[in-house]
């Protein structure tokens, strides 16, 4: 079982920045993906980036060139510096990993960007 544990969000001005983190613990093979995803209300679920255990990145069209994906493999974490928010970046964001035939999910964390 892996578990995953968010951190960050809150409220935001529109142009502001913030950063989510999550932690992953448990028992985590060594080729996985992490990344964020997100949901308003009345709305599937949607990618916003991903991350591989190279390094490599996938990024959404509407996030790309403000929000940068990080993570750091010793501590399993990973990262979203989300900068040049916008209204409609609002949502809940929910950290994933995903392994050989298995996805995890995190809680969620609230951000909201609103003058």
């Known amino acids: 079982q892996v578990q995953l544990v968010e951190s960050g969000g809150g409220l935001v001005q529109p142009g502001g920045s913030l950063r989510v983190s999550c932690a992953a613990s448990?028992?985590?093979?060594?080729?996985?993906?992490m990344g964020w995803y997100r949901q308003v209300p009345g709305k599937q679920r949607e990618l916003v980036a991903t991350i591989n255990s190279g390094g490599g990145t996938n990024y959404a069209d509407s996030v790309k060139g403000r929000f940068t994906i990080s993570r750091e493999n010793a501590r399993n974490t990973v990262a979203l510096q989300m900068n040049n928010l916008r209204p409609e970046d609002t949502a809940v964001y929910y950290c994933r990993l995903s392994q050989r035939e298995n996805d995890y999910w995190g809680q969620g964390t609230q951000v909201t960007v609103s003058s």
């Open positions: 448990g028992s985590i093979f060594i080729l996985h993906v």
